[in-house]
Nanobody
Framework: QVQIVESGGGVVQPGESLRLSCAAS????????VNWYRQTPGKERALVAF????????TYTASVKGRFTISRDNTKNIAFLQMNNLKPEDTGVYFC?????????WGQGTQVTVSS
């Protein structure tokens, strides 16, 4: 059974930083793409960034390019989303997703609030 746990959210002011973590178990972590999604009230989850299994390629949605960095440590089954220069529009619940073993696997999400 795949389990995903996100952590690291919080309340910050514009311009500050947060690092989100995604810890996974129940799968061979190094074999799968890791995705980070963001959901805001009334909207569907939107893909923010993803990283290839080996960590050699990353992709970002346009609004976060240059500010967010996705990474992973396959020795520890964990992925990260470093978020710098946060803006109010980055506010939302951030979910880690790994599509593996025939399922779309999600964590419970972690709330990020950017407000002055």
């Amino acid at each position: 059974q795949v389990q995903i746990v996100e952590s690291g959210g919080g309340v910050v002011q514009p311009g500050e930083s947060l690092r989100l973590s995604c810890a996974a178990s129940g799968l061979i972590f190094r074999n799968f793409v890791v995705n980070w999604y963001r959901q805001t009230p009334g909207k569907e989850r939107a893909l923010v960034a993803f990283i290839t299994p080996a960590g050699d390629s990353t992709t970002y949605t346009a609004s976060v390019k240059g500010r967010f960095t996705i990474s992973r440590d396959n020795t520890k089954n964990i992925a990260f989303l470093q978020m710098n220069n946060l803006k109010p529009e980055d506010t939302g619940v951030y979910f880690c997703n790994i599509n593996a073993l025939g399922s779309r696997n999600w964590g419970q999400g972690t709330q990020v609030t950017v407000s002055s």
